[in-house]
C-alpha cells in the first residue's frame, strides 16, 4: 500500500509559531503543562522499557514546556532539547540540558549523535513527516532508539455530543489550512520507522479519554480558544458552537473520547 504523501506544502517556521500555537499566546505555556500532565507518565514508562540508561545521549526535539527533558536530565542522560521558539526551555540549561534553537526539518545533526531520539506531538505539523520519521533516524547511532509518539484525530470525529464534534471538526480544519498538519498521518505507524530502516520496531495505540473539567478537557478548551477568532472568521463554526463545546467540557457529566495515541519506536541496526 502506498503510504508516503511525500512535500504537500513549502515549510516555514511561521506556519508553526505564527498562530494558533504562538509562544507568546498567554495560554501557550499552560496548553503546553496541560498536554504534559495528560501524557507523561506515558512518556516515561516507555523511555524506561526501551532501556534508557545513565549517560545516554538523547535528543528531545521540538521540547515545547520541557518536562520530557526535565525528567531524561534527572535520569542521568546527556539531553539536548531543540524547538523552533525554546522560550520554555531556556530554564532547564541550569539543570544540565543542552538547549538549541533548531528545526528538525531543515537543519541538522551530525549523523550518529543520539542514543535515543525522540518527539511528541511534533511530527504531524510538518510537511511530509515520514522525510521527518527519516531525518530522526539518521541522527541515531548504530543501535539507538527512534521513540515518536503522534496522535490522529479520528476518535473525535463521530463524537455523540454535538458541540465538540462541530468545533473539534472545525478545528482539524483549521489546523489543515494553517499550520499544514496531517491529523490523519499518525495512524500509518509504524510504517514509515520500518521505512526509515529501524528494526525491532514496535508500535502500541491508545485512545485518551476526556472528562469534563480534567486536564485534557482544559487542553482543548486552550487550543480552541486560542484559534476561536480565527475560525469564526474563516466560517467554520460559530461562537455559539464554541460557548456550548465549553460548557460540555467543563460539565461534570461529559464523558468522551479525545485524540488517538500512537506511540512507535524502532532501532537503527547495529553496524
Ligand atoms: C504540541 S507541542 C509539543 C511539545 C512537547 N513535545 C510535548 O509533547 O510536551 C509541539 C512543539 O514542537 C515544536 N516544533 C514544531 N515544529 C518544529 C520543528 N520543525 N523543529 C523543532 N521544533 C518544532 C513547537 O514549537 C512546539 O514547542
Redesign the pocket.
Known amino acids: 500500500m502506498e503510504r508516503t504523501r511525500g512535500e504537500r506544502w513549502e515549510w516555514t517556521r511561521e506556519r ?2 505564527g498562530g494558533v ?1 504562538s ?1 507568546g499566546t498567554a495560554s501557550e505555556r499552560r496548553r ?1 503543562r496541560l ?2 500532565s495528560v ?1 507523561d507518565g506515558h512518556t516515561r514508562a516507555r523511555f524506561t522499557a526501551l532501556g534508557l540508561a545513565p549517560d545516554d545521549a538523547v535528543l528531545e ?5 520541557g ?2 527533558a526535565r525528567w531524561l536530565a534527572g535520569q542521568g542522560a546527556r539531553v539536548t532539547a ?4 525554546t522560550r520554555f526551555l531556556e530554564e532547564l540549561s541550569d539543570e544540565g540540558v543542552r538547549v538549541l534553537r ?4 531543515t537543519e541538522d545533526f551530525p549523523p550518529g549523535s543520539f542514543d535515543f531520539v525522540h ?4 511530527v504531524i ?2 510537511p511530509d513527516p515520514d522525510k521527518a520519521v527519516a531525518r530522526l533516524a539518521s541522527w541515531l547511532r548504530p543501535g539507538g532508539t527512534l521513540l515518536i509518539e503522534e496522535p490522529a484525530s479520528f476518535p473525535v470525529m463521530d463524537s455523540p455530543h454535538p458541540a465538540y464534534r462541530t468545533v473539534m471538526r472545525a478545528f482539524r480544519t483549521h489546523l489543515e489550512r494553517t499550520v499544514g498538519t496531517d491529523t490523519g498521518w499518525a495512524r500509518t505507524l509504524p510504517v514509515p520507522l520500518e521505512r526509515a530502516g529501524l528494526v525491532g520496531v514496535g508500535l502500541d495505540a491508545r485512545i485518551q479519554p476526556v472528562n469534563g473539567g480534567d486536564d485534557e478537557a482544559e487542553w482543548w478548551r486552550l487550543n480552541l480558544e486560542q484559534s476561536r477568532e480565527a475560525m469564526v472568521a474563516a466560517g467554520l463554526a460559530a461562537d455559539a458552537d464554541f460557548a456550548a463545546a465549553y460548557r460540555e467540557l467543563a460539565s461534570p457529566d461529559f464523558r468522551d473520547l479525545s485524540l488517538a495515541v500512537l506511540t512507535a519506536w524502532g532501532r537503527r541496526a547495529e553496524g
Open positions: 508553526y509559531l500555537f509562544h503546553l498536554l504534559e501524557l526535539v521540538g521540547g515545547g514546556g518536562s520530557v531543540t524547538d523552533l521558539d533548531h528545526d528538525l526539518y518527539a511528541r506531538y511534533v505539523h510538518l
